[in-house]
T-cell receptor, first 114, second 110 residues
Framework: SAVISQKPSRDICQRGTSLTIQCQVD?????MFWYRQQPGQSLTLIAT?????????ESGFVIDKFPISRPNLTFSTLTVSNMSPEDSSIYLC???????????FGPGTRLTVT | GDSVTQMEGPVTLSEEAFLTINCTYT??????LFWYVQYPGEGLQLLLK?????DKGSNKGFEATYRKETTSFHLEKGSVQVSDSAVYFC?????????FGTGTSLTVIP
C-alpha cells in the first residue's frame, strides 16, 4: 500500500483567502483523487488528477474554486480559493491502484474558515 | 445509478459485544467492495475488501462477506474493544468510480 502525507494537517483561515494543500506519495501513481468530507458527513469526490492532463472535476466543483496541479507522479496540490465558512471541511487526497482497485488515503487537512 | 446504503448510526456497544453494521449496494456489473475505518482525527484506512461473490474479507477480527444474491456486504466482529471506536464506511468500486456510504459511528464503552 502507498504511504501518503498531506500538508498542512490543519489550518484556520480567514474568509476570502486561499489555501493550498499538498499531497505527497511515496511511490509513483497514475491516479490521484481529492475528496471533501464535511463535518459528520461522508466523502464527496472533488476531482481526479492524472499526471500530464487537466484534472477532471465532479458536478458541483469548478476549477476556478478548486484549482489542482499534478506536476509529477508522486505529488499533487489542491487550492481552495476565495474561501467562505462553507468550505470548512476535511480535505483528503487518495491514490488508486492495487489489484482490486482499492484507494489509499492521506491523513487529511482540517480546514476551518472564519 | 451505483450507490451504497449503510446502516445509520450512531451505534453504542459495550466491550466484548457482537457488532454488525449493515451495508447494501446497487451496481451494474461486478463491483469490488470495501470497508474503511476512520479513527478520530485521522484519514480513512482500508479495513478489508472483497472482489467477487462469496469472497470473505477479514482483518483485525472484522469480517464481511460479498453476497451477490442479497447485494450486501455487512461488517461483523465477534467481540468489540474500546479501540474499535471509529466511523466505518462501506464503499464500492465499479472500476470507474468509488462510491462511499454515509458512514456509521461506533462507540464502544468499557
Amino acid at each position: 500500500s502507498a504511504v501518503i502525507s498531506q500538508k498542512p494537517s490543519r489550518d484556520i483561515c480567514q474568509r476570502g483567502t486561499s489555501l493550498t494543500i499538498q499531497c505527497q506519495v511515496d511511490s509513483q501513481v497514475t491516479m490521484m483523487f481529492w475528496y471533501r468530507q464535511q463535518p459528520g458527513q461522508s466523502l464527496t469526490l472533488i476531482a481526479t488528477a492524472n499526471q500530464g492532463s487537466e484534472a477532471t472535476y465532479e458536478s458541483g466543483f469548478v476549477i476556478d474554486k478548486f484549482p489542482i496541479s499534478r506536476p509529477n507522479l508522486t505529488f499533487s496540490t489542491l487550492t481552495v480559493s476565495n474561501m467562505s465558512p462553507e468550505d470548512s471541511s476535511i480535505y483528503l487526497c487518495s491514490v488508486g491502484g492495487g489489484t482490486y482497485y482499492e484507494q489509499y488515503f492521506g491523513p487529511g487537512t482540517r480546514l476551518t474558515v472564519t | 445509478g451505483d450507490s451504497v446504503t449503510q446502516m445509520e448510526g450512531p451505534v453504542t456497544l459495550s466491550e466484548e459485544a457482537f457488532l454488525t453494521i449493515n451495508c447494501t449496494y446497487t451496481a451494474t456489473g461486478y463491483p469490488s467492495l470495501f470497508w474503511y475505518v476512520q479513527y478520530p482525527g485521522e484519514g480513512l484506512q482500508l479495513l478489508l475488501k472483497a472482489t467477487k461473490a462469496d469472497d470473505k474479507g477479514s482483518n483485525k477480527g472484522f469480517e464481511a462477506t460479498y453476497r451477490k444474491e442479497t447485494t450486501s456486504f455487512h461488517l461483523e466482529k465477534g467481540s468489540v474493544q474500546v479501540s474499535d471506536s471509529a466511523v466505518y464506511f462501506c464503499a464500492l468500486n465499479t472500476g470507474n468510480q468509488f462510491y462511499f456510504g454515509t458512514g456509521t459511528s461506533l462507540t464502544v464503552i468499557p
